[in-house]
Structure formats: C-alpha cells, structure tokens
C-alpha cells in the first residue's frame, strides 16, 4: 500500500470504533522532572508512522534543492538549542557565491543616493540578538518536521541600517534580497531569488536583524555567511540568506517571487499581486510530539510522550493532546522554558493507552483567542503504532 493509501486507511479506517476507551496522561508531577534529569533513552522509542525515509542530520543535495533535516527526537531540556552542524538547512551555500572578496550591501530604491555599505562598517553595531526558534514554512512529516530549529543569534539590528539609507518620500516598504544564484536550477521546482518585503514597522516591532553568528560563531557558509536576516516569529523564508541588497520601495511595489512561491505555505488568501497584500508571515503557535519511549521499570506501564511547542505567544498552559479522533483532549506538561529559550518548550505526557493499535497524537490549545491553523488542520499530528 503506497503511503498515501496507507495515509488515508490510518486516518479513517482504523479509527472507527474498534478502541472506544479513554486514554490519557496521567497528572504527576514527576514526569517533566524525569525528562529534565535524565534525558531520553531513545533505545525505547517508538517510530513514528508514516514518515518518508530521509537522511536526519546529515547535509545533502545541492543549491536549492539542499537540505539538513534536523533530529528532533532527543531533544531534552538541556539541549534546546541546537548546535550550528545540526541546525537545519534549506538551500545549501550558492556554488556561483563570491564570498572571497570583502562583503558589500548595496542600498537601493527610493534613497537619497544609491549606496554600497561595506559590511565591515556594520561589524561594530553586532550585538546579541536573543534565542530565536525558525522554522520552514514548508516543514512536513516528509522530512521527520526537521526543518525547526532554535539557536542563539548576534547581529545589527535593521532599524539602524535603515535609518541610515535616507528614505524618500513615498519610501513605505522596504526589500530585502540575498545572493540566490545556483549553477543548477532547481529540481523541486523551488523559485531561485530569495526576497521579502517588508514595512519598517514590521521589521521593527519583531526586532528584526542582520545575523552575522549563530550560537557565538560566525555564520557558516550554508546558513548564510557572512550575513542574512532573520525576523523572529516569521517563517523560515522571510530570512534571506546572503543578504547583498536593501531596498525602499513604495506601496505599490509588486510581491517578490519568493513571496509568490510561499504565499500559501504562509496562510496568504491566494497569491496577492502587491506586497501590501501580503500579511505578516508569523508563525501561529504550533506543537508536536517529538518521540514516543515505551515503558520503563517503575512508570506503571506508561508510555512518556515527550513534544515541543512553539511559535505565537507561548500561551503554555493550555495545551492539550489526544491520541485519537474520538477521544477527548488532556492537558501535557509544560517544562518552563530554559532561561532566554522564548517561543521553544517542552511538553511531556505520561500515557497509558487502553489497547494496542494505531494512535493518532494530535496537540492543540484549549483557547479560542490562539490562533493555530496548522493545528486544527492536524498538519503535524503524528501517528504510531503500540
Ligand atoms: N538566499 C536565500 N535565502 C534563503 C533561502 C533561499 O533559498 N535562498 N531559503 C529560505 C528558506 S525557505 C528558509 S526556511 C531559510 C532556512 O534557513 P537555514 O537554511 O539557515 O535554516 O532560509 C531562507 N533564506
Ligand atoms: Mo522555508
């Protein structure tokens, strides 16, 4: 059976009546304090169902077609930020990128004058730019959802810059574009020219930046070097690598292709012609499981579930799992964020499933002012089989 089929059977098939009884975590307290300490024993997880076979941590392919999947499955409070070499990619370093000569941001558009800004004149404005969790708005079960990540990041913050561009009248929006020149197009049908539009009030209210380093180092060729943007709260294809130009344009500047290309896999109504009619391309707030470990001695036969949340406002306390469609949602525990961690926790949920079987681990939150598309619409339920 192809997975689609096999896809389709899971979600409506097998869910229709055959285990009517309840399931749920159970509510102590000792289970977060248990993933904290200890750390996951990943001999005994579960796999997830369903999920393509591709390479996790492991950089492959080339240009735009590039990617680093990363492994979410072991992640524990002591390693919610993730190391540079496993920090996902998408798009690899450009083979045509000259980045032997001394970097330069050319200034563009409705400006007093065109301008090239050296990057070394930025340098002494590097400051740290806080713990920031990104994630590709194209990020599926296809690739075990690893293309989500949290680092560290230093870097110029872009009010400054724009501010010394000297706008002119009529300037209303402001486009930023990397370097995006492959010697080989792409095979997924990816669009080459990395380039959003932005109005400085949006770039300003998320503090948006000009990242030279990630987790105190420099940026690596594949996330960037030696600089790109990156706007916390906003999807992954906001966050132009190998940024070479700044441009002021006015209101009716025509949407970027990059725009275009991801109107729908950032909730835009169609493909809207002009950038104003783009919205803001923020992440809601998601969450999903990361790994499912069988029982152990002295956990009275309970499953742990161990998840991840992420993106909006991290309103914590009301997320809710459940296993199958016809059964209620309970509250997981929520471990606090680690100090600076904003926007990235970790949930666990101690399940004791009635009966074996293929369980559907879906998550939302019971709030009806937190907007969660992609959780209503189950895009990362995950699915096992016990
Ligand atoms: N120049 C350029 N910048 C780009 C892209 C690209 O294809 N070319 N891809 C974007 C997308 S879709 C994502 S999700 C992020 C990924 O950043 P990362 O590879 O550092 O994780 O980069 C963005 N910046
Ligand atoms: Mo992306």
Redesign the pocket.
């Known amino acids: 059976m192809g997975v689609s089929n096999r896809r389709t059977f899971l979600r409506t098939g097998l869910f229709s009546g055959a285990w009517l009884a309840a399931a749920g975590c159970s509510g102590g307290q000792t289970g977060a304090d248990r993933s904290s300490s200890a750390g996951p024993e990943l001999s005994r997880t579960v796999p997830f169902l369903d999920e393509e076979d591709v390479p996790l941590e492991q950089a492959f392919g080339h240009g735009?077609d590039g990617r680093l999947f990363t492994d979410l499955s072991g992640l524990s409070a002591e390693s919610l930020a993730i190391p540079t070499e496993r920090?996902?990619?998408?798009?690899r370093r450009p083979d045509l990128l000259d980045d032997s000569a001394p970097w330069t941001l050319r200034a563009r558009g409705l400006v007093k004058e065109p301008r090239e800004i050296p990057l070394s004149t930025l340098e002494p404005l590097v400051q740290p730019a806080g713990f920031h969790v990104?994630e590709?708005?194209?990020n599926t079960s296809g690739g075990h959802f690893g293309?989500l990540?949290a680092a560290s990041w230093s870097g110029v913050p872009l009010t400054g810059v724009l501010d010394m561009l000297q706008p002119l009248r009529g300037a209303s929006r402001v486009l930023i574009s990397?370097?995006?020149e492959h010697s080989a197009p792409s095979r997924h049908r990816?669009v080459a020219g990395?380039s959003w539009i932005f109005t400085p009030e949006q770039l300003r209210d998320a503090n948006a930046f000009l990242a030279t380093a990630m987790n105190d180092a420099p940026l690596t060729s594949?996330?960037?070097a030696p600089v790109?943007l990156v706007v916390p709260g906003w999807?992954?294809?906001v966050?132009?690598?190998?940024v070479d130009r700044i441009e002021w344009v006015d209101d009716n500047a025509p949407a970027t292709p990059q725009m275009r290309e991801f109107a729908e896999r950032t909730h835009q109504s169609g493909i809207p012609h002009l950038a104003r009619d783009y919205r803001p391309a923020a992440l809601e707030q998601a969450a999903m499981a990361v790994r499912v470990e069988r029982p152990s001695a002295g956990t009275g036969g309970a499953y742990r579930v161990t998840g991840v949340t992420w993106g909006g406002k991290l309103e914590t306390e009301r997320l809710m799992i459940r296993f199958r469609p016809d059964e209620a949602y309970l509250p997981v525990r929520v471990a606090p964020p680690s100090a600076g961690a904003t926007g990235w926790a970790l949930w666990t949920c101690d399940w004791r499933p009635a009966a074996s079987g293929v369980y559907a681990l879906q998550l939302r939150f019971q709030d009806p002012n937190i907007a969660q598309r992609r959780l209503d619409t189950g895009h990362y339920t995950r699915y096992v089989q016990l």
């Open positions: 735009l920090f996902f990619v998408r798009t990104m590709c708005s194209g293309l990540s990397g370097f995006d990816s990395a594949d996330h960037g790109r999807y992954g294809c966050n132009v690598k190998w």
